[in-house]
């Protein structure tokens, strides 16, 4: 089993809005209100959990850890007496440490094997740092994996990779047996066990609530040969669900069920020396891991501003914040699962994460113009926040979608009807989204006697070309 201490990354608010100094706050995420999180958690959840497991684990009970690079570094101020336990539990016989993106990032999603390669090895170091322990085996971001992510490990030196994706998408394998990818072993979370403790514990409707520790490891015994990997989320131990529901008897009760039924706990290193001959994941269910994440436009949206800022910008840790899976799960109305906290949302509260999101990127994009050699050509190139944002329609409806930046509008306007940019042409509304919120003036006479969509495209598409080059 394997258990994550993570904590979501917020957007603040109060730099969205500009209602604060940047001189004062420079960054959108505030480490305040995260340490006040945390302290919160600590109390219910973070530490009788950890404690919990250090008990179980001094009676033999094995299991790995996934501490996040921006959950430790927040808990040394936060709460240095759950730091120390968590050290304690980092370096017992019986605890594996896993490894992942310091950030708990998306930029597996760009290809981007350098950077990738970086915030591994950022993480990798931390865990040095705090456990004298170097993590072997790493854990993918949810609903993110390919072959960049594993060549990038196996040039590591890692040992396997945890993914969810086969274990949600993919049931012609079996989550107890043995893969790989070019060469590095992969290995499947069992998503319905997981999320048997994660979600469906608390579900007083369920037929087998309230769930008990020694039917629980009656159905890990059933799946028979091979190894089941479970991983959880912390919060579900006194987040989730309160002391009050049994979660924690239930934890503490579990290893002597396991026991009971003949279920050993292992380690994931020992799962890769057992393992002679793993099966190589068909090529087609790796081609199609892509498709699985993101979910919704607003994602797509984001992802696209983000990968653009990747480019130019210079402050590195602020954008690697802007990475976080967290900030993309917000932005759909289902999230989680395998283990993590599920969480629902609604239409509105799903775009209001969006709002908040694409708001504080434009203003750090801005901040960060002023930084470089061409600020003119990083403001053109910036993406925009919802409500200054380009909607397409016709007179007599909206098209459904909108353009967030030069880029965005040229990809959008194969989407759009005749019709629809007919009505922008006669009023004019490209050239004054151009000229007023974008700003790029020159752009904005040029496509300002345009009519024909081909000829808008190739206007904007040029600019945009020429900005890069000015970055360059």
């Given at each position: 089993m394997g258990f994550v201490f993570r904590h979501p990354a917020e957007i603040n608010p109060a730099y969205v809005s500009g209602s604060i100094d940047t001189e004062s706050t420079p960054s959108p995420f505030s480490d305040r209100s995260n340490r006040e999180r945390i302290r919160r958690f600590s109390r219910s959840s973070y530490t009788p959990a950890a404690e919990t497991l250090l008990g179980i684990m001094d009676e033999g009970f094995r299991c790995s850890l996934l501490l996040s690079g921006?959950?430790?570094?927040?808990l040394e101020q936060a709460d240095p007496d759950l730091y120390s336990l968590l050290s304690?539990?980092?370096?017992?016989?019986?605890?594996?440490l896993l490894a992942e993106t310091y950030y708990h990032s998306v930029i597996g999603i760009f290809h981007d094997a350098e950077e990738y390669r970086t915030q591994l090895e950022m993480h990798r170091s931390l865990m040095q740092e705090f456990s004298g322990r170097t993590p072997s085996i790493m854990l993918a971001t949810e609903s993110v994996?390919?072959?960049?992510?594993t060549r990038v490990a196996h040039d590591m030196g890692f040992s396997a990779i945890y993914t969810d994706i086969f274990g949600r998408n993919a049931p012609e394998l079996n989550p107890a047996g043995s893969y790989q990818v070019e060469g590095m072993p992969v290995l499947i979370r069992h998503c319905e066990l997981s999320d048997d403790i994660a979600y469906r514990f608390g579900q007083v409707d369920w037929a087998y609530h309230p769930l008990s520790p020694q039917t629980y490891a009656g159905w890990v015994a059933s799946i028979g040969g091979g190894t089941v990997h479970i991983i959880v989320d912390i919060e579900v131990f006194g987040g989730r669900f309160s002391a009050e529901s049994g979660i924690f008897r239930?934890?503490?009760?579990?290893?002597?069920a396991y026991a009971d039924h003949g279920v050993k706990t292992v380690l994931p290193s020992d799962t890769i020396q057992s393992s002679l001959s793993p099966e190589p994941v068909p090529?087609?269910?790796?081609?199609?891991?892509?498709?699985?994440?993101?979910?919704n436009m607003l994602q797509c949206t984001a992802l696209d501003a983000l990968r653009a800022a990747g480019r130019w910008v210079f402050d590195r840790r602020t954008l690697r914040l802007f990475q976080s899976m967290d900030l993309f799960e917000s932005m759909a109305t289902t999230s989680g699962s395998c283990g993590m906290l599920l969480n629902h949302r609604t239409q509105a509260e799903a775009h209001e994460a969006f709002t908040q999101y694409l708001g504080a990127l434009s203003r750090f994009e801005d901040e960060q113009s002023r930084k470089v050699r061409s600020k003119s050509a990083a403001r053109y190139l910036r993406c925009v926040s919802p409500d200054r944002a380009f909607h397409f329609c016709t007179p007599y409806h909206r098209e459904g979608f909108s353009a967030h930046s030069l880029d965005e509008f040229v990809k959008l306007m194969d989407l759009a009807s005749d019709e629809c940019i007919l009505h922008h042409c006669e009023r004019s509304d490209l050239y004054k989204w151009i000229r007023d919120v974008i700003g790029d003036t020159m752009l904005a006479e040029r496509i300002?006697?345009?009519r024909d969509r081909q000829e808008i495209r190739h206007v904007i598409a040029n600019r945009i070309d020429q900005l890069w080059n000015r970055l360059k």
């Open positions: 921006m959950f430790i570094e927040l304690q539990a980092a370096t017992h016989r019986n605890a594996g994996f390919n072959r960049t992510i239930f934890l503490e009760e579990l290893p002597a090529d087609e269910l790796l081609d199609r891991s892509p498709v699985v994440w993101p979910v300002h006697p345009l």
